[in-house]
């Protein structure tokens, strides 16, 4: 607890927004979204199911964390002025808020919207009214097999255990000494079942609703008196007290049951749940009055995600993007274009099938030695995985550094470290108490009786699922600088090196940090001496104090700073005599805003910086990061226009404030900036000139 302590030390000298709270701000940005009436319906229902999913890992990651500060002895809890609990209140009262809201917009906004356009959504008694013969006959067509009941007695609190993140229905009766838990299979079956068509309408329905008018036939022995949709969250955290003893992947494979069967963070129940029910419940689950949290009738609104539109209706939807061809990358051979020139790729614009295609040129040319990549997040089944498995029945070395540590991802990516490794791959996994979170590929080609190395920098993963909705950037080089400092990476990686020494590539956690606290004092020094200094920052998240500390003093010195954060930031902008130079925005569309990308004036021979870290503590310190600098003049131009055009959005672009409420940026009517379409056209006149 010292270093908490010493932070709140340091903390004392500077203000400084606290994570969680603003963690929640951005997805009041999100709301915004799904309330705004210019995005088409099928968009607002999208950002309906993000506001949930991002709702979910919140309380799964975010709160859980906050929870095993109880643990900490009370009087030392008392010293460090931590107080969880009531910090957890403050929290839920925004969350409770949010939800209020969130229902507000689907109720009143979405819904009739979606009936205007002949997709009914139906209540409950709609459905018992209109169409119970059609609903019984699903039931019995379809959830016969898979719906599963039990009687709970309200006096005994061991006989009841709810899945993580599962959907159930509590339903009581008149008999008070027990209930009914009856799940909701939302997994194994579609969550929302067009029921009738009539009239050129279409009737969807909650699968939740056709469950509760079977309940009877459920229970038939009870006399029902009511039905409450209920869900419980669990820690999603994997706590390896030893983690260094033994295989690492092994440990986390063995733990991920903790997921299943961990700590409960939320119990999320229908509000109009009696409270004696309530007490029950709560004491069955072994519960705190903390974790139980009020919601609407029905809960898992990421299920929006899968929402059907059977009325194939292109309004509704957000007008496809035509994939952009890369004007650079369109011969047949790769190794040769990228050796004269480096080039820069963008998704989703452009197609991840630029980086796949390397990838399995890689795997089939004879010259091709050696395959390095770095997998933090690996797709279920993809061509990647493919043609590294080619790669390697061709007889190429292939090294795989497989991150076993990705949230939520851990069973697949140890699953496929297990299959390279199978196949006669060099897999590596995840380092105790350090990640693996860069985005980099190595190839390594016989060229004249040389190895000449080709390399890909990422902002984003190795995945051509999330490359659709992730806004982010990808630099193919074969610059000999960069390319022998990655390949020092991959020595750390393998183990053979402990520093990697690089001149040129940012690498966390060895020289991120210390070279971007030098070129912010640079700046603040030029400012200082009444000579130009800028500094332009978009990254996800801002939270490292040590960063932002000195990002005020740059301020106060006359340093003119514009950051983009999409997500959380702890920073506090535009405070009187502390960061008046500080000017953030967030810019939250149709596509998620993914890429890190840092620009410093350097008195007048500007320097930019793209790869994979943000400025979280994490990301510098406790990461293996990789940042790649733009040497080459035309892709320097190129994010340079970029990051301008999104400086200039006003359109989806909001400022944080110090209030964090969010106000749009103004918009210009005469010049309406939207930045992801802007760039797109920029893309599109430039490559497909």
Known sequence: MSSYNALVEKLKDYPYQHRDINWLSFNDRVLQEAADTSNPLYERLKFIAIFSSNLDEYFRVRVSQLRQLKRVDKSLRKKLALRPSKFVKQLLRKVHDQQMLLGEIFFEQIVPELASNKIVILKKDELKQQFKKEALSYFDKNLKDIVQSQLVEASKHSDIFLENQRLFLLVTFEDESKYGIVNIPSNEDQRFVEIAQNDGKHYICFLDDIIKLKLPHLFQEETLTGCYAVKLSRDAELYLDQELEGELADKIYESLEQRTDGQPTRFLYDEGMPKVVRKNIRKSLGLGKIDMVAGGAYHNFDDFFGFPDPTNNPELHAPDLEVLEHSGLHGNN??????????????????????QKFIDQSSTDD???EIKISLYRVADESDLTDSLLTALKNGKKVTVFVEAKARFDEENNIKWGRIFEEHGAQVIYSYPRIKVHSKVLLVLRKEKNKTKRYAYIGTGNFNAKTSKIYCDHGLFTANKQITKDLSRVFKVLEGKLIIPRAKHLLISPFTTRSTFEDLIRKETDSAKDGKPASITAKMNQLEDPGMIKLLYKASQAGVKIRLIVRGFSS?????????????????????????????????????????????????????????????????????????????NDNIKARIHTPQENNPFVETDKDNPVRSQQVIYNYLKKKHNA
């Open 571 to 647: 920073l506090i902008p535009q405070l009187d005599q502390i960061s008046d130079n500080i000017h953030m925005t967030s810019i939250v569309d149709r596509y998620l805003e993914h890429g890190r990308i840092y620009k410093f004036h350097n008195n007048g021979e500007p320097l930019m910086f793209m790869g994979s870290a943000d400025w979280m503590s994490r990301n510098l310190d406790r990461r293996i990061e990789v940042l790649a600098p733009i040497y080459d003049e035309d892709i320097f131009q190129e994010l340079d226009e970029i990051l301008e055009v999104q400086l």
């Open 367 to 369: 010259q091709v030695e």
């Open 334 to 355: 790769y190794f040769d274009v990228i050796k004269e020139k480096d080039q820069l790729v963008h998704f989703p614009f452009m197609s991840f099938d630029y980086v």
